[in-house]
């Protein structure tokens, strides 16, 4: 019940606490200082809450809406035929061998799961601010939960993508079997960088007004337009700096048979996974006054 | 002794009032505070405020304790400090066992789910799980008396349903200790009554509750003990008809007579009100044997019509009775222009010890009413020669004592 829910176990039990220090369920709240751990224990505890609020997200999302679900789909489509049409009609820009519709589709994909739930994720706390200010629960619940479910979006642009496939009569490799680790990439990739922005946001609301811009830059920023082959060698270590060049480029290799991420994933990997630990580090750091700034 | 539910030891919560408010600062300034030097960081004025200070307080287990106090008393901060919305900045709390916490109902509410897809995602927010939001979902649904509407978004709802709804979900909840902040006044005035009969339920349950009010009445009828915050700190805790008589004291004007400076457009203005006992002399402390005066001074500017003074007199914040200077008439008088003083007695001994305070209404119904809430306040004893006799006044329940007309006769042998 809400027991184990409302309440983790205590960190400290066996202190000073008086009374009946051997209770079980002791709670003991105090100033934390400094640093602290992240208490992934915790969210492991709110997990009915954190799928309840990505449910919640999913079911509002395109509520009262002409389009529904297909709102899901268009964004990744629309912004495939500008490209189709002028990058890869016009310009021809070199786009691996495949027909360039369905290699621009296939980074749109990741790419629009990561635009979306990025700008959903980072202004989590803010649009949340009564369940902040109100109610306690872990607070990475909310840019998490604001995550997860944009990867229904991703399911139904995935299917999309299949038919397309079949369309433009491109085969998968034997790669495809990585796609789910890929998309767990995604999601670390957007988490790192929402749980920066988000615990930001809660005291500068200028990550609010900053995101369109940031995410237009990131844009330009990851192979989707073109291929991450027209990076020049020596460059191409700095670019994988930019995460969503490794996952995009898995996405390519995976689905439509590019060639393989180079060694430079590993950079694109390790910046992912540093991000996220300082990242949550951070944000442990500064929740406790969240329900005070926001 | 019962062991401890919660016990809360040197308690503190400061805040940082700067020129932008609360721990708020512009990302530019952060950024060239950052540069400057420590000292003149420093400079910058920054004031500290403390919505708590050094609080202690221990409750046992099956305790039902109020917290009252004034608007910026500390209560609230308190209530988040202990729910874990915030953290102290000083002090700790332990609690020992399952606890919800309350700071409003429906939080997490969504206009576009259902009455059913709101229960199921409220009652995550508040830490049920979904099994148990799945046994009680009749229960609460019946208890909202939403049946109907269960399927419609809550958008569609009208406030009313809302809050029973609201309401309905978190009185599901069976912590051991309940943490509540003023979440009773909800609904209309018959759903009240029946929140208000929840509680008493779940604290006779023998759960520990916490409870946050404003609402006195509420406090004094679900309470055994109370808590007095003011200023952040604790100034006063006991039995809690002793605790509310401290806070009466805070929440009202002192004086015997209170001048006004009324406004000028009014017809009828109310100039003066005092206290009295019954020779005339001002006072504000009565003995049991006195009489009460309260005399009303106003000015009539223009002839009115239906012009009527309603007096209604509160013991420890708590509505006692409304008198009417049309009590015993059938239709108020037409009143002149001139100055008037109304009086009205009322035997002490008819009054309870306790902090008593008058609320004034006067007016008419076409030109409307000027209210004047607490605006005198007097003090009933029971500091008799017969004192052993009437000891007992201060421990009868209830707000008034009628000297009721008791005969007794045999009837059979």
């Known amino acids: ?294 | 002794m019962p062991d401890l539910a919660v016990a809360v030891s040197g308690l503190s919560k400061e805040y940082r009032l700067g020129a932008h408010g609360p721990q708020y600062g512009r990302l530019t300034e952060t950024i060239t505070d950052a540069f400057r030097r420590r000292g003149r960081r420093r400079s910058r004025s920054v004031e500290h405020f403390l919505a708590l200070d050094d609080v202690d307080l221990e409750i046992s287990e099956g305790e039902v304790v109020g917290i009252v106090g004034r608007n910026g008393a500390g209560k609230t901060t308190l209530l988040k400090v202990l729910s874990r919305v915030t953290e102290p900045t000083k002090g700790t709390v332990d609690l020992y066992g399952r606890v919800s916490a309350l700071l409003e109902v429906g939080t997490g509410f969504h206009p576009e789910l259902t009455g059913r897809e709101n229960i199921a995602l409220n009652g995550a927010i508040l830490g049920m799980s979904r099994a148990e939001v799945a046994r009680k979902f009749d229960e609460i649904v019946e208890f909202a008396e939403v049946e109907r509407f269960i399927d419609t978004p809550v958008k569609r709802y009208s406030s009313g349903m809302y809050v029973r709804l609201a309401f309905s979900v978190a009185a599901s909840l069976e912590p051991e200790v309940l943490i509540i902040d003023e979440v009773l006044a909800v609904g209309d005035a018959r759903f009240q009554k029946k929140c208000l009969g929840r509680m008493t339920e779940v604290a006779r349950e023998g759960r520990t509750v916490l409870f946050v009010s404003h609402n006195t009445g509420a406090v004094a009828e679900l309470c055994t003990r109370a808590v007095l915050l003011e200023q952040g700190r604790k100034i006063s805790e006991g039995p809690v008809g002793d605790v509310l008589m401290d806070y009466a004291r805070l929440a009202e004007p002192d004086g015997h007579e209170v001048e006004l400076d009324p406004d000028p457009d009014l017809p009828v203005a109310v100039t003066a009100v005092s206290v009295r006992d019954g020779a005339g002399r001002p006072t504000t402390m009565f003995d049991l044997t006195d009489e009460v005066e309260i005399g009303i001074t106003y000015h009539v500017r223009r002839p009115t019509h239906g012009f009527q003074i309603a007096l209604g007199l509160a013991r420890n914040v708590i509505d006692v009775l409304h008198t009417f200077d049309t009590d015993d008439e059938e239709e108020a008088d037409a009143r002149a222009p001139g100055l008037y003083e109304a009086r009205c007695r009322f035997p002490a001994s008819f009054l309870k010890a306790g902090l008593w305070s008058a609320t004034l209404s006067t007016g008419t119904p076409s030109e409307g009413f000027q209210s004047l809430e607490s605006i005198v306040r007097f003090e009933v004893e029971d500091r008799t020669v017969n004192t052993q006799d009437k000891g007992y006044r201060r421990d009868r329940p209830g707000h008034v004592i009628s000297p009721g007309r008791w005969t007794t006769e045999r009837l059979e042998r």
């Open chain 1, 1 to 294: 019940m809400t027991a184990d829910a409302t309440l983790q176990r205590d960190e400290v039990s066996g202190d000073s606490g008086g009374g009946h220090r051997s209770h079980p369920r002791h709670v003991r709240i105090q100033p934390t200082r400094g640093w602290v751990s992240l208490r992934l224990g915790d969210l492991w505890e709110y997990r009915e809450l954190l799928f309840f609020l990505a449910w919640r997200d999913v079911k509002v999302r395109y509520k009262q809406t002409a389009l529904g679900a297909v709102w899901a789909v268009l964004q990744p489509l629309a912004l495939m035929a500008v490209f189709a049409l002028i990058l890869g009609h016009f310009l021809k820009v070199p786009s691996d061998g495949v027909p360039y519709p369905v290699f621009a589709y296939t980074a749109l994909l990741p790419w629009t799961f990561f635009a979306q739930s990025l700008g959903a994720a980072s202004t989590s706390l803010v649009t949340n601010a009564n369940l902040v200010s109100k109610v306690y629960f872990p607070r990475l619940v909310l840019p998490i939960s604001a995550t997860l479910g944009f990867l229904i979006d991703l399911g139904i642009g995935l299917v999309l993508l299949v038919g397309m496939m079949a369309l433009y009569s491109v085969q998968p490799t034997w790669a495809v079997v990585l796609l789910p680790a890929l998309i767990v990439l995604a999601l670390l990739t957007v988490l790192a960088a929402a749980v920066w922005l988000s615990a930001i946001s809660a005291r500068y609301r200028d990550v609010i007004y900053g995101m369109p811009l940031l995410i237009q830059l990131w844009l330009f920023a990851s192979p989707i337009a073109y291929s991450s082959s027209v990076v020049p060698g020596a460059w191409k270590w700095l670019y994988a700096v930019n995460p969503m060049v490794g996952v995009i480029d898995g996405f390519r290799w995976a689905l439509l048979g590019t060639s393989a991420p180079g060694p430079e994933i590993i950079v694109s990997v390790a910046v992912t996974i540093i991000g996220l630990l300082t990242g949550m580090a951070y944000f442990r750091r500064t929740e406790r006054t969240f329900a005070d700034v926001i």
